[in-house]
C-alpha cells in the first residue's frame, strides 16, 4: 500500500521521509504558554521540547513503517527460501533411502558383487571348519572336489536323490485308501541346495530336476545333445548368459546388467524360459496372478496342472508314469518343482511337489519300500496349502524348430506370460 503523509494526507508511497521533509520543513511545533517551544509528533502525539529529539523519533517512525511495508515480501521470500531448503533436504534423503533400498535389493537378489556359488561354497566351508564341524583334510578334497566339477561344468551330485519317482509308483500301486488317479513325471532327480547356493539357488536347482528328466526323454535327445550331464550352478548361469546374447528376453537381461556368473542372482520364470526355449525346448509361462478360489486359494493352477498330466494319460490305470516333464512352479521369493498330481476318491487335488530347500536326509525317507505314506507329506500340497497371491508356472510341451526358435527370440523382447482370467 501507499504510505500517506501525517501533515497533508498526500499519497508519498516510499518517499515518505523526502516528502515531509521538501514539502513541511522541520516538524510542527507549539508554545506551551510559558515560552518554551513544545514538539509533537505527528503520527503518535508525543511531545517533545527539542526539536532534533522529535526528529529522530519521527525518523524512527519512518523506518518502522518503510520496514513494515516491505515486511510482507521478505516473510515470503524467507518461507520459500527455508520450503526450497526443507524440499532440498527432503530429496536428500528420498535418495539416500532409494539408494539404500537399491543396495538392500542387490544384496536381497545376489546383485552385489559379494561372489557367486564358488566363493560362498567355500567362505561355508571355513566357517565349518572354524566351528569344528569339518575336519580340515575333508575341506581340503571337498574344494579340490568342487573346483573340478566346476572347470567340467557339472554338477557334483553331493545333493541329489535318485529314485524318489520309482518308489512313488510302488508306494500308489498298494494304497487302497483314498487316492483314485495319480500321475507322475517320469525320472525326476530331486536337488536341494548346498553350501554354495544356500539361501538364493532354488531357480538353479529347479532347473537341474525338470532337466534331469527331459535328459532321460528321447524327444529330447537332440536339443540336449551338448548336455548329457546335469550341469552346475555357474554352468547354468553361463548358459542364461548364452541365451540373453542370442537376443532373448533384453529387458529381464538388463535387470542383471546381463550377468549372472559369479553372482548370487535369483533367477525366476522368465530366465528358465528363456533358457529352455534357446536349448530349442518348447515351453510357456502361465501367470496365476490372483486367487480363484475362497481364503487365497488357486483352484485354477491345481486343475490346470490335472489337464496338463492327464490329457493323453486318461487310461483307467491307477497309477500313470507319464512321459510330461515336471512343471517349474515360482511364487514371490521361492520356487519349486511340480512331479505329480493326485486326484483323490472325493476330487479333491493334491500336488506333488518337489522342494529344493528340502535335504537328502529327508527326501531320503521316501525311498524306503514299506512306507507308510507318512513321508509323503513332504511331497504333498492340497488346495488350502498354496496361498500365496500369484504363481507362474513354466511348463514343457516338446521341440521347437529353429524357425519357431527365432520367433520365440523375436516375441521374447515383449515376453508377457499367458494370464488365467
Not at 293 to 322: I, Q
Request: proline share 4%; glycine share 8%; charged share 25%.
Amino acid at each position: 500500500g501507499l504510505s500517506e503523509c501525517p501533515f497533508c494526507g498526500e499519497a508519498a508511497g516510499r518517499e515518505l521521509e523526502a516528502h515531509v521533509r521538501a514539502r513541511h520543513g522541520h516538524l510542527p511545533g507549539a508554545d506551551r504558554g510559558n515560552g518554551e517551544q513544545l514538539y509533537e509528533c505527528p503520527m503518535c502525539s508525543l511531545t517533545c521540547t527539542n526539536i532534533q529529539i522529535l526528529e529522530e523519533h519521527v525518523d524512527l517512525h519512518l523506518e518502522e513503517q518503510s520496514f513494515s511495508e516491505g515486511g510482507n515480501i521478505r516473510d515470503l521470500e524467507l518461507a520459500q527460501q527455508l520450503q526450497t531448503e526443507e524440499d532440498k533436504w527432503q530429496r536428500s534423503e528420498e535418495e539416500r533411502r532409494e539408494r539404500e533400498e537399491f543396495k538392500k535389493l542387490q544384496r536381497q537378489y545376489g546383485l552385489d558383487n559379494s561372489g557367486g556359488y564358488k566363493q560362498q561354497f567355500v567362505k561355508n566351508m571355513e566357517r565349518e571348519v572354524d566351528r569344528g564341524r569339518m575336519q580340515p583334510f575333508e575341506y581340503h578334497k571337498r574344494k579340490a572336489d568342487m573346483m573340478e566339477c566346476l572347470a567340467f561344468g557339472i554338477d557334483d551330485g553331493k545333493t541329489k536323490t535318485s529314485g524318489v519317482i520309482e518308489a512313488l509308483c510302488k508306494y500308489y500301486q498298494n494304497e487302497n485308501k483314498d487316492v483314485r488317479h495319480v500321475w507322475l513325471s517320469r525320472g525326476v532327480d530331486h536337488f536341494h541346495s548346498s553350501l554354495g547356493d544356500r539361501g538364493w539357488g532354488c531357480g538353479y536347482r529347479n532347473f537341474q530336476m525338470l532337466l534331469s528328466s527331459l535328459l532321460q526323454n528321447s524327444l529330447y535327445n537332440d536339443c540336449l545333445r551338448d548336455t548329457t550331464l546335469v550341469p552346475s550352478i555357474p554352468k547354468i548361469q553361463s548358459m542364461i548368459e548364452d541365451a540373453w546374447r542370442e537376443g532373448f528376453d533384453p529387458h529381464g537381461a538388463s535387470h542383471f546388467n546381463n550377468r549372472l556368473h559369479s553372482s548370487k542372482a535369483w533367477i525366476g520364470a522368465c530366465e528358465i524360459y528363456s533358457l529352455l526355449t534357446s536349448l530349442r525346448i518348447k515351453c510357456q509361462i502361465i501367470d496365476f496372478h490372483k486367487p480363484t478360489g475362497p481364503m487365497g486359494t488357486h483352484p485354477r493352477l491345481f486343475e490346470w496342472v490335472l489337464r496338463y498330466y492327464s490329457t493323453d494319460n486318461e487310461g483307467g490305470a491307477k497309477v500313470v508314469c507319464t512321459s510330461k516333464p515336471p512343471i517349474y512352479l515360482q511364487h514371490q521369493g521361492h520356487s519349486r518343482t511340480v512331479v505329480g498330481i493326485e486326484e483323490k476318491k472325493n476330487k479333491t487335488l493334491c500336488l506333488l511337489l518337489f522342494d529344493p530347500g528340502c535335504p537328502s536326509q529327508e527326501m531320503q525317507k521316501l525311498l524306503k519300500q514299506n512306507s507308510d505314506g507318512t513321508s509323503l507329506k513332504l511331497l504333498r500340497k492340497f488346495v488350502g496349502s498354496l496361498k500365496e497371491k500369484q504363481y507362474q508356472i513354466v511348463a514343457v510341451d516338446g521341440v521347437l524348430s529353429l524357425e519357431e526358435k527365432a520367433a520365440r527370440c523375436h516375441a521374447s523382447k515383449v515376453l508377457t506370460s499367458e494370464k488365467i482370467p
